[in-house]
């Protein structure tokens, strides 16, 4: 928002000498933001001049220029008359005008110097508006000779004052919470808070001149059959006619110069008004001509399929969220709080304006914008909340402007239909500024500050209940009027203390566990990527999943950033492919990736949760409803390999990445996590039928796969052959692991090792055998390894022979030989009845 000074002065008291950087300077103290400071472009020597001789002169291209000389007074340093050299014709000798001479500058950088031009040295310029950047026109000078001070000039006296080149803007950035700043009248009341200066509300005056509203007004009917959570689209409309008005008239020059200073340009008389109110007061207006209108004005929601062409002359198909304007309820006026229709607009042969002044809903103005993509002046304001007691005391401004400058007269006829919802009321403890801020905040100084806003008071006890002010919408909570009382107080008057961190017990175990788990992976060489949780059905067809499955699992977003990516991951993998695919394609052959993230497990029929209004704190039911809308979230680590494990190098060969390291990897994580995970065979997508294997708990429970990833899976992802990979259930690891697991005190006796040879059928798991031997070998048993697989002819061809390493170690006393050779036949006899193994 531009906010020419010396029209802020007009509505609180600034001090005549106060420049733009200390009117910026308060309005920051009270939370706006500072966007830049503006003064006239136009640097001196720029003087008036009386034009003594001048000499029309044609040219051989057609033109006809003029050599005249100028009484300039002392301003040039000799008091003699300049020469220059001027192709308009709108002035004659004795005319005074506006002079810029040579070291003088002009809007754009231009700078004056004295050069020669069509035979003559033109030392200056003769200026008109549009070269001085305070008009349009630039077909005529600049003649002083008609203003009413024309006596009281002379030559040689400084014009920048006098054109008011030397005016100064402040520019501020509004937030969305203060909507009321849009406007000279919001602006000012922020620098009254600031500074304590007087604010003189216009608005108190115009409201005592505006009559009532009659039963001789203009008919306006509201309707609304599609409000928008409730919230009525038009809650008050007031309308004014004003006749006989000449379009034709000119804006006055100190109108069109603080619009223009304001970041607007001037247009007609009439919408330069409207433009002037809405700057001025805060209440967008619009302006019909009256005898386009053929009915009343019924304000009511678009209808399917209806269009428009607004005033950018772009044909529009509206939705039947949008309010409308329209005569009788049938022909289409305007998208309200938006932009009006060609077809009602002011042209030059109006003579009868229909002055609309009316509060419209936010939410409804605000979606209108960006569906049309129509971010006008009026919009913005609505959609940021306009005062609902605003509308009548515009409206009588723009009437008064227009009978004064434009020569019409306006009907006695008044209407004010519709009844504005008022301010609800807020109740908060009166303490509660001191509580939340941390400073003390008496209670006289509360009441002050919240009354110094606008709001009125009741108190009872130590609360207060507070009604706000009707151009603050967004005072809804405590917390609101908290901000208020820190705001207006001073930011600078909340100290900066550092907060004494209260005792606690760190890193929850959850926490505790994602990062070992991380530190894990990262220590194994491999390295953690992040991957947006967006997929699609092709992702899932790539991974040779039930495509229709994964989307009954999942949940699908209503507004995706991608339309081949409506869907939330239900693993990592999906995602964590594409990353490795992305690398190996960058050049990336040796890699290995992890990823510690969230997936979606939806189980039935996916819900919609409900919506309420911002700054309204839902209920315990409808917390209910949003918490069961939400399906499952479990964390997942999912990890990857492709290329060497073991790098090539003078050493030696290189030895790819298989099976067994993806097994060691999530073998190693249940490692430091003290729990422990038996691996087994299995067959599921997306890895290969006879290299998979699901890691498992005591219990049974299935906490994730591993595995190299199936031929076509590798194929459709454009990675090297034999890729391996993993995913486990990470919260499921956080459950298991919350035991805490007693340290085992080490044995200072040699440990004694012993090797056995078992034949089981092919259908046996190592890990069964595994489980057997440990089951059957005693508590003196340390370890036991698998260092053989053998499955040649000296045995059948449905079985395999499996060599382990067991060691045993007392805490006692040495084992002897035959106690070691009982322990290991009593593993072999175990493993004998479990598996039906033999021994070779």
Known sequence: MRVPVDWLREYVAVPPAARGEEIAAALVRVGLEEEGLYSGDVTGPLVIGRVLTMEPEPQKNGKVINWCTVDV?????????????????????????????????????????????????????????????????????????????????????????????????????????????????????????????????????????APAANDAGYEVVLTDDAPIRGRVGCDRYVARIVRGIDVSAPTPDWMAMRLGEAGMRPISLPVDVTNYVMLGLGQPLHAFD????????????????????????????????????????????????????????????????????????????????????????????????????????????????????????PDDGVTDAGEPTPP????????????????????????????????????????????????????????????????????????????????????????????????????????????????????HASLGLDVPGEAARTVRIANPLSDEQPLLRTRLLTTLVDDLRRNVSRGAKDVGLFEIGLVIERDGEQTSAPTVEVGVHPDDQTLHAIHAAVPPQPRHVAFALTGDRDRAGWWGPGRAADLSDVIELATGIGEALA???????????????????????ADGRVVGHVGELHPKVVAAASLPARTVAGELDLDLLIEVSGEPVPAKPLSNYPVALTDVALVVDRSVSAAEVEAALRAGAGDDLESVALFDIYDGEQIGSDQVSVAYRLAFRSAERTLKTSEVSALRDAAVESAKKAVGATQR
């Not at 809804?476 to 017990?505: F, K």
């Open 290 to 409: 009256l005898a386009t209108l053929d009915g009343p004005i019924v304000v009511r929601r678009a209808r399917s399929g209806e269009r428009l062409t607004t005033l950018d002359d772009v044909d529009r198909a509206l939705s039947p969220e949008d309010l409308m304007i329209t005569d009788g309820g049938e022909r289409l006026l305007a998208i309200a709080g938006v932009m009006g229709g060609e077809d009602s607009e002011v042209s030059e042969a109006t003579t009868d304006v229909l002055i609309e002044a009316a509060h419209f809903d936010p939410v409804t103005i605000a979606r209108s914008a960006r569906r049309h993509k129509l971010p006008s002046e009026a919009s913005r304001r609505f959609e940021r909340g306009v005062d609902t007691d605003l509308a009548a005391a515009a409206a009588q401004l723009a009437v008064e402007l227009l009978v004064e400058y434009g020569g019409g007269t």
């Open 424 to 539: 609800a009321q807020v109740t908060m403890p009166i303490g509660l500024p001191s509580r939340i801020i941390g400073v003390n905040y008496d209670d006289a100084t509360v009441e002050r500050i919240l009354r110094e806003i606008g709001c009125t008071l009741e108190r009872s006890g130590d609360n207060l209940t507070v009604t706000p002010p009707t151009w603050r919408p967004d005072l809804r909570t405590g917390e609101d009027l908290v901000e208020e009382v820190a705001r207006i107080d001073g930011y600078d008057r909340i100290p900066s203390v550092l907060p004494t961190p209260p005792g606690g017990a760190g890193l929850t175990h959850g926490q505790r566990v994602r990062r070992l788990v991380a530190e894990v992976l990262a220590a194994r060489g491999l390295f953690e990527v992040w991957s947006a949780p967006f997929v699609g059905d092709d992702q």
């Open 675 to 697: 729990v422990t995970l038996t691996p087994r065979q299995a067959e599921v997508m997306p890895y290969h039928p006879g290299r998979c294997a699901a890691l498992t708990l």
């Open 73 to 209: 007074g002392d301003a040039n340093g000799t008091g003699e008359p300049q020469g220059i050299v001027c192709g308009a014709h709108n002035f004659a000798p004795g005319d005074l005008v506006v002079v810029i001479l040579p070291g003088g500058v002009l809007p754009g950088g231009f700078e004056i110097s004295a050069r020669k031009t069509y035979g003559h040295i033109s030392a200056g310029m003769i200026c008109s508006t549009l070269e001085l950047g305070i008009g349009e026109d630039h077909d005529g000078i600049l003649v002083l000779s008609d203003r009413p001070d024309a006596d009281e000039l002379t030559p040689g006296q400084d014009a920048i004052p006098l054109l008011g080149l030397d005016r100064e803007t402040v520019e501020v950035n509004v937030t969305p919470d203060r909507g009321y700043c849009f406007s000279v009248r919001g602006i000012a009341r922020e620098y009254s808070h600031s500074t304590g200066a007087t604010l003189s509300d216009p608005v108190l005056a115009l409201r005592e001149r």
